[in-house]
């Protein structure tokens, strides 16, 4: 099925640094939401974006949705412990469209 | 509270043995869904449904089967057919599957291993 590419696969940080990763697609996206898991839980939503252009902040995290609608960036700014865990990006190729396409993840560890 | 639950959290399977994963949602939403997780894997869609009485394949439906009778639950059995059913199952639901502002919201989910 259709893929995501989510990258970096893993990230290993300081406490109180930034971090940035993203999702790229060779096809158009009209939804792209970011999602939170930690060890043994569901993912959590984080933040929802449905237009081009778009950016929407919760907290500490920051998401855009790209221009071209084929990608969506994450922002962590200075991190700390409790952001650890695995980021998915996930996006709705159509308006119409009933299922989501999920990136295969962005592991984050955090160095106290 | 509003939410999913699943349950069991934890589940443990003979080979040969069908086993049925439980999902329920207060939310009021019409559409609910079925991913399969892997070890440093993401999600992979199984069924989904989006109303009572309905449902359809995802992209890993064989060995696996659903119904939807009531609003609130949509039930997954892993048959003996699944050959290889160890894995961490996610359910899911949002207000509706198509639309604009249909975001999926998740359960806790259930980790089964086949003994």
């Known amino acids: 099925g259709q893929q995501l590419n989510q990258s970096p696969q893993s990230m290993f940080i300081q406490e109180g640094e930034d971090v940035s990763m993203n999702c790229t697609s060779s096809?158009?996206?009209?939804?792209w939401l970011w999602y939170k898991q930690e060890p043994g839980e569901g993912p959590v939503l984080l933040i929802a974006?449905?237009?081009?252009?778009e950016l929407t902040s919760n907290g500490r995290l920051t998401a855009q949705f790209g221009i071209t609608r084929k990608d969506s960036f994450l922002n962590i700014s200075a991190s700390i412990p409790s952001d650890v865990g695995i980021y998915f990006c996930?996006?709705?190729?159509?308006?119409?469209?009933?299922?989501?396409?999920f990136g295969q993840g962005t592991r984050l560890t955090i160095n106290p | 509270d509003g939410g999913i639950t699943q349950s069991p959290k934890y589940l443990f399977r003979k080979e040969g043995q069908n086993v049925t994963l439980s999902c329920e949602q207060n939310?009021?939403?019409?559409?609910m869904y079925w991913y399969r997780q892997d070890p440093g894997q993401g999600l992979r869609l199984i069924y989904y449904?989006?109303?009572?009485?309905?449902?359809q394949k995802g992209d890993i439906a064989e060995g696996y089967s659903v119904s939807r009778e009531k609003k609130e639950s949509f039930p997954l059995t892993v048959t003996s057919a699944q050959k290889n059913p160890t894995a961490f199952y996610l359910c899911?639901?949002?207000?509706?599957?198509?639309?604009?502002?249909?975001?999926?919201?998740f359960g806790p989910g259930t980790r089964l291993t086949v003994l």
């Open positions: 899911a639901s949002s207000i509706s599957a198509s639309g604009v502002y249909n975001e999926q919201f």
């Open positions: 096809s158009i996206f009209n939804t």
């Open positions: 974006l449905y237009k081009a252009g």
């Open positions: 996930a996006g709705r190729l159509g308006q119409g469209a009933q299922k989501l396409v």
């Open positions: 939310l009021n939403h019409d559409a």
């Open positions: 449904s989006q109303i009572v009485n309905d449902f």
